[in-house]
């Protein structure tokens, strides 16, 4: 069975959500240990967003965005048990991938953690996503673009 990782590198419909992974570090992470459970987003999801929000998304790629690109990426990977890390709200899964340390589960919508126009609304708890302890925006998964 495959790791994370190699799936997602292996699998044409990530290439938006590998380029977050890549600019923000996170990529080789998930060849470690897990589990993981990783909302991917796929590129369909991405080209659905509207043009703001892509504007906004490019703009995270700046050094100075990056801090908000990992809060970003950290919204789609969950670390912990697959099954007790299952977001109760979130976007439909189109497709999942069962790796060696976890699981991929695609989604057509991407959760973004910001209400426009600027970040606010954060909630203490929540997740520590590959092991870097976050506040995980509560808003995020309900203010789905779609």
């Keep these: 069975m495959r790791d994370i990782l190699s799936v997602l590198v292996s699998t044409p419909r990530f290439g938006t959500f590998l380029r977050v992974l890549v600019a923000t570090h996170l990529l080789e992470d998930l060849r470690g240990a897990g589990p993981y459970l ?3 987003p796929s ?3 991405f080209a659905k967003l ?3 929000r892509r504007a906004e998304l490019e703009r ?3 050094r100075e965005g990056i ?3 990992i ?3 950290e919204m ?7 099954e007790a890390r299952r977001p109760r709200l979130g976007p439909p899964v189109a497709a999942r991938y069962l790796c060696s ?3 991929i589960q695609v989604v057509e919508r991407v959760v973004w953690p910001w209400p426009e126009p600027e970040v606010h609304g954060w909630a203490k708890g929540g997740t520590a996503a590959l092991g870097r302890p976050r506040e995980l925006l509560v808003t995020g998964l309900r203010n789905l673009q779609g």
């Design 38 to 40: 990783v909302l991917a």
């Design 43 to 45: 590129d369909a999801a």
């Design 50 to 52: 509207s043009l703001e």
């Design 60 to 62: 995270l790629f700046q």
């Design 67 to 69: 801090e908000k690109l």
């Design 71 to 73: 809060d970003f990426a």
């Design 76 to 82: 789609h990977v969950l670390q912990g048990p697959t």
């Design 101 to 103: 340390n976890g699981e």
